[in-house]
Nanobody, 124 residues
Framework: QVQLVESGGGLVQPGGSLRLSCVVSGFTLDHYAIGWYRQAPGKEREGVSCIASGATNIEYIDSVKGRFTISRDIAKNTVYLQMNSLKPEDTAVYYC?????????????????WGKGTLVAVSS
């Protein structure tokens, strides 16, 4: 059974940091790309960052470049999103997603599996 379980969200002040974790089961990270998406109230879900199935490619949206870092630990079946210098506009529910043999960020409609999400709130 495929599962993606996110954790690490919370309330943080502007300029602070959080590390999100996505523990996957039921498939191997070598065969699936993993992405982090976010959805703020009243907005569409957007791709934030992804790591390709063979870790051959990593992508970030422009608004998080230099602040967010995606990584993975094969042994732990876990993908991380380190988020530094957080801004109020980063506030959203963050979702982990997986798609088969992916090399680039996927359109949300083409994702194979989703986690349930974790809330990140950036506020003073």
């Amino acid at each position: 059974q495929v599962q993606l379980v996110e954790s690490g969200g919370g309330l943080v002040q502007p300029g602070g940091s959080l590390r999100l974790s996505c523990v996957v089961s039921g498939f191997t990270l070598d065969h699936y790309a993993i992405g982090w998406y976010r959805q703020a109230p009243g907005k569409e879900r957007e791709g934030v960052s992804c790591i390709a199935s063979g870790a051959t490619n990593i992508e970030y949206i422009d608004s998080v470049k230099g602040r967010f870092t995606i990584s993975r630990d094969i042994a732990k079946n876990t993908v991380y999103l380190q988020m530094n210098s957080l801004k109020p506009e980063d506030t959203a529910v963050y979702y982990c997603a997986a798609w088969y043999m992916g090399a680039v960020m996927s359109d949300p409609d083409a994702v194979d599996y989703w986690g349930k999400g974790t809330l990140v709130a950036v506020s003073s």
